[in-house]
């Protein structure tokens, strides 16, 4: 039987340093959801948010293949640090596991050059401009297929305006880039840059998370950057991050 709990001593001993921020957030009860084997003596455990899925401890099949009754995602994005739980999930999955690489990029607090990062902000054409995501563009967000991740974890504008801090790029009065949290932990935020295909390679998604990482610092957040492909490795080294090493994920 599987159990939801909240972010206990042991189940934080399971997870060990893994530093994963949306491992945080459930930790911390800010965002997302914890399941294990055991509410009093846990072995395994499950974090999930969003699109991705946590696993530690003891390799648990029934944990594995279990979905809660809220969750009506048909895709996930499920990582381990050990190898048996990899092995799991293929088994458990077959076919419909699917191997995925990301780039791990490392958490400096003190790395970030803010003039440069004000040139990146400020270097777009005319014809667009940056504004932070208001109750207005968290919904316009949310209404396209395209930038619905800046704002898509978020239960609602409530929610989105106590935790969550983003900025998009307008075309006149059509958002056309972002950069905002995916998700939100105490000390900061996981990035989300996404770009409509028509508007890519303008220097929008630099400017727009040139834009967010200062708010960011001027807030005392931490901008974790979490890379999809190596685009986005080539983009947080260009902001002044660094990249740290390959992951395996299964989806």
Known sequence: MIFEVKGT????????????????????????????????????????????????????????SYKPDWCKKSFIIMAAREEEWLDFIENTYGENAKKVTRYAIRKEPDVFDKDR??????SLDERYTLK?????????????????????????????????????A?????????????????????IEVDTRQ?????????????RLIMECLDRRLYPSWDAQNLWSVALAEKLGY???HVRRYNC
């Not at 207005?136 to 801090?165: F, M, Q």
């Not at 075309?171 to 935020?189: E, F, L, N």
């Not at 028509?198 to 040139?210: F, I, P, Y």
Request: net charge negative; with cysteine.
């Open 170 to 190: 307008l075309d006149g009065s059509r958002i056309v880039s972002g950069a905002s949290s995916y998700s939100s932990y105490r000390s900061g935020i996981e």
């Open 198 to 210: 028509d508007h890519r390679r303008q220097g929008l998604a630099a400017a727009c998370s040139a």
């Open 117 to 122: 990062l004000l040139g990146f902000a400020h």
């Open 9 to 64: 001593e042991k189940i934080r001993d399971l997870f060990g340093d893994w530093q994963e921020t949306i491992i945080w957030s459930c930790l911390q009860g800010v965002m997302g959801h914890l399941y294990t084997d055991d509410p009093a003596e846990p072995e395994s455990v499950m974090a999930i948010l969003g699109d991705f899925c946590f696993f530690a401890g003891k390799p648990e099949e029934e944990l594995v």
């Open 132 to 168: 932070m995501i208001d109750e207005t563009l968290y919904y316009a967000c949310k209404n396209e297929d395209w930038s619905r991740d800046l704002v898509s974890v978020y239960s609602d504008y409530e929610e989105y305006k106590n935790l969550g801090i983003g900025v998009v």
């Open 242 to 244: 660094h990249f740290d």
